[in-house]
Every structure is written in C-alpha cells, then in structure tokens.
C-alpha cells in the first residue's frame, strides 16, 4: 500500500515536497517512481528511484528542479520539487514497481504495480 501526501496550491518558482509511504508487499519494490497526470492526458513519468542504490532518473522536463530520495528505514519516498512552473500542475502519484524490475523498464507506467492516490499539485502564474 503507498500513501502520497504534500501537495497543494503555490505560485510559480514555489516549492513543494511530495511524500509517499510504502508498507507491505510494496515496500520490498526494486524501483519506487512518480507520475504525474492532467486532465484528458496520460499518465507520464516524472522520477524513480532504485530503493536498494538510490540511484535516481528524472524525465528531461523536472532535471535540476526535482529531487527523488528515499529513507530505507522509514520506507518512505518524497518529491522535492523547487522552482516549479505553471505546466507542474497535475495530480502526482507514486508508484512501486516488482521486485524483478529489470532496469530499462524503470521509467515505464507499464512496469510499476502498485499505486498511491495521488495528490493534487496547481502551480498558478
């Protein structure tokens, strides 16, 4: 199960910190990533982390304005997202992949099975 937390309404060039704790069967995930989704859009990667390295990946749009990081011991995942723009705006949702997540998969929807409910981010100008 995974639980997103943090988000809300801020102005352009705003910050913001999304959360996501995982527990049961999700907390043994091989990556554990974030998605964003608009109205009348699909879903679309934003960052994922590998939960034993850290190692992270970020879609090109959020590079050097969003950090992913995880605390093993919490089982917990969080979204720093700094300077951000009007085109942030989206419900974001955490995810968790298998744990046989083959690495080339990890930005992929298709790859990730368990879902958080997703928490609204509005970015106004």
């Known amino acids: 199960q995974l639980q997103a937390s943090g988000g809300g309404l801020v102005q352009a060039g705003g910050s913001l910190r999304l959360s996501c704790a995982a527990s049961?069967?999700?907390?043994?995930?091989?990556?554990m990533g974030w998605f964003r989704q608009t109205p009348g859009k699909e879903r679309e990667f934003v960052a994922t982390?590998?939960?034993?390295?850290?190692?992270?990946l970020y879609t090109d749009s959020v590079k050097g304005r969003f950090t992913i990081s995880r605390d093993k011991a919490k089982s917990t995942m969080d979204l720093q997202m700094n300077n951000l723009k009007v085109e942030d705006t989206a419900i974001y949702y955490c995810?968790?992949?298998?744990?046989?997540?083959?690495?080339?998969?990890?930005?992929?929807?298709?790859?990730?099975?368990?879902w958080g409910q997703g928490t609204q981010v509005t970015v106004s100008s």
């Open positions: 982390i590998e939960w034993s390295s850290g190692y992270s």
């Open positions: 995810a968790g992949t298998g744990g046989r997540t083959i690495y080339s998969q990890r930005s992929e929807l298709s790859a990730y099975e368990s």
């Open positions: 049961g069967r999700t907390s043994s995930s091989r990556f």
